[in-house]
């Protein structure tokens, strides 16, 4: 009788080596997908990321509203928002938005981006976060009440 003899099968060895030299894919994972917010508050948007291995990240932002093949905007570059938005990373590949000051034209899906030094090796966290503002914190002017009243108009 005789014996069959196969060849190790090439995909499967090649993509165990593509998956040992590059480890962990890309990856951007948000705390929340939606955020309601006061006009005049402060919000945070925040979550995780992760890279291949091999890669050093060189740029992280934040920009709003992607359309596919339009170039990426910095959203702290952006007029509208100067002096109102502070991004934060750390080397656990947590990463932060904050937006101070939230107005109405504020409502958008922003969305976290990562280049690296890998030329055109670069990740958007899309679908990102969508912000939706609503009413304003109202303070009463008399003294002896102790509460906030929150004027919205927000549907669940």
Known sequence: MRSLRTAPPLPLVFLLMTVGAFGTEWSVKYNQQEICALKGSTVF?????????????????????????????????????????????????????????????????????????????????????QLRVTGELIIPLSSYKSQLWIQSNVYS
């Open 45 to 129: 948007m925040n979550g995780t990321f992760t890279h291949p291995e091999g890669l050093t990240v060189t740029e992280t932002f934040w920009t709003i509203d992607p359309v596919p093949g339009v170039e990426l905007t910095d959203l702290s570059k952006e007029p509208v928002y100067s002096g109102r938005v502070e991004f934060f990373t750390d080397e656990q590949k947590h990463f932060s938005l904050k937006l101070s000051d939230v107005m109405e034209k504020d409502e958008h899906q922003f969305c976290f981006r990562i280049k690296t030094n890998g030329g055109k090796e670069r990740w958007l966290g899309k679908p990102g976060v």
